[in-house]
């Protein structure tokens, strides 16, 4: 007749490891005492097998997150602005965003860029969705307010003022540093950077901005 797990080691049946070790061993234990022998021992490896590969599974997520702790990833950049933040005409990899998070990857930098630009958008949208587009731990807003704001036809120029000071105010207010980008954008295309329609950036004038803005971000 097959022994028992309990006849053959006592010491399993003594001391009830079934609870200390885990739920998957636990379970193994109790398939193993239905199991005949050599069968019980094949299955009770088998269960404490997967127990301590879970365990070891566990260590090595923590290891990781401990790591992610003592090594925070990288101080974040938003980029917020309308159209030419965004990079209307351009692919997203060509915009000025994402060209300087290109050069500071080259230059080694753990910093990311994150492109908040929507095309059309005024200060007034900008100042609206600025506690959603700016998390907390950014170290860095490029402001590009652009010229949306005079296309409206209820164009106040009291209130885009207002707007552009209560958007820096609140940045600074959460220690943010600003960087401006509007002139940088200007200079670009007053050189001739602008695509047909004379208004949006070309590629090179993505490239010229994000080269411009290299300097400030540290």
Request: proline share 4%; with cysteine; glycine share 8%.
């Amino acid at each position: 007749m097959p022994q028992s797990v309990d006849a053959i080691c006592p010491r399993w049946a003594s001391v009830d490891l079934r609870v200390a070790l885990s739920l998957e061993c636990s379970y193994a234990f109790k398939i193993a005492r239905e199991l005949s022998y050599p069968s019980q021992f094949l299955y009770l490896i088998w269960g404490i097998g997967m127990t301590f590969s879970k365990i070891a599974c566990a260590l090595h997520i923590a290891t990781f997150f401990f790591l992610a702790l003592l090594c925070p990833a990288s101080a974040q950049i938003v980029a917020i602005g309308g159209s030419n933040t965004q990079g209307r005409g351009v692919s997203s990899s060509e915009s000025y965003p994402a060209q300087l998070q290109t050069m500071l990857e080259a230059k080694g930098s753990r910093m990311r860029v994150v492109n908040a630009g929507i095309s059309g958008d005024t200060t007034t949208g900008m100042l609206a969705r600025l506690s959603s587009e700016v998390p907390n731990g950014t170290k860095i807003v490029i402001l590009q307010f652009g010229t949306n704001d005079f296309r409206r036809a209820n164009f106040d120029p009291a209130v885009r003022q207002a707007n552009m000071a209560s958007i820096e105010q609140q940045l600074r207010a959460r220690g943010i540093r600003i960087v401006h980008s509007d002139r940088l954008v200007w200079a670009a295309l007053a050189a001739g950077m602008k695509q047909s329609d004379g208004t949006h950036l070309t590629v090179e004038g993505h490239r010229r901005v994000a080269a411009q803005l290299l300097p400030s971000i540290r």
